[in-house]
């Protein structure tokens, strides 16, 4: 059975991290997409994947992921003024995923909300831009029931295809509001093993079958994109709840 989905409505700032100053209120646009159809097996959304545009500007991307010839697309745009674009509605199925799995689930667009944001990946993400993502994926986490740890970057999915939405990206800002996993270390750091960094990270979700370097570099991307180099002890502190928790 498909689950009609909840009236995403109007979204309202009440506060947030604009200080002294009232953030706008967001109304979501619409301008629907012809690449979309229905989700598979009745899959509801259960995962939520984070993308950068990586083109010029939000105009240039909407008119890539509305035409039919891109064969892509997603559930939502966010420019960098904060201008939310709904391109599929939430419980249909956008092409934004393409090859790569998660926690042992292939099919991503079936299971998942696309969001992407207006960026080139070689700059910061807007206050506007953030501003306007929180607002939404709380509606988001909220209508379907997702959990946080169920918010992950396309590079989490398809580790080496993709790097979006890329080093920049303030995955921690989101974490500390519930808006996505954390990646806090809990242990102190043990002695490199790759077996054991591969378990960890495979456990987390990151079962995308990849060389291992490929690996230790998604979840560098993620949890620590300052580090570079060998498998190092600080990457064994690598921690992330156990992906049964958002199956
Ligand atoms: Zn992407």
Not at 135 to 150: A, C, H, K, N, V
Not at 186 to 197: L, N, V, Y
């Amino acid at each position: 059975m498909v689950t009609a989905m909840p009236a995403a409505g109007i979204l309202r700032p009440t506060g947030g991290p604009c200080k002294g100053k009232t953030p706008k209120v967001t109304e979501i646009i619409r301008h629907l997409s012809p690449n979309q159809g229905p989700r598979r097996d009745g899959l509801r959304p259960s995962l939520v994947v984070i993308h950068y545009t990586a083109m010029q500007n939000a105009a240039d991307a909407l008119e890539r992921l509305c035409d039919p010839a891109a064969e892509v697309s997603a559930h939502y745009l966010i420019s960098g003024q904060g201008d939310i674009i709904l391109m599929v509605e939430e419980d249909q199925r956008a092409w934004h995923a393409g090859q790569g799995e998660w926690a042992g689930q292939d099919d991503v667009n079936s299971r998942s909300i696309g969001i992407e944001l207006d960026n080139m990946g070689t700059h910061p993400f807007s206050e506007p831009q953030m501003f306007a993502l929180e607002r939404l994926l709380r509606g988001i986490l909220d209508r379907w029931d997702i959990q946080p740890e169920g918010v992950i970057g396309h590079s989490d999915m398809a580790p080496g295809r993709k790097t979006d939405p890329g080093p920049r990206f303030d995955w921690a800002r989101l974490s500390k509001q519930g808006l996505a996993g954390a990646g806090k270390a809990r242990d102190m750091p043990k002695p490199p093993c790759p077996e054991t960094f591969t378990e960890h990270a495979k456990n987390a979700g990151f079962t995308a079958d990849v060389p291992f370097e490929t690996l230790l570099a998604a979840t560098r991307l993620r949890f620590a994109p300052w580090r570079s180099g060998p498998l190092c002890a600080q990457d064994m502190t690598f921690c992330h709840a156990p992906a049964s928790k958002w199956k």
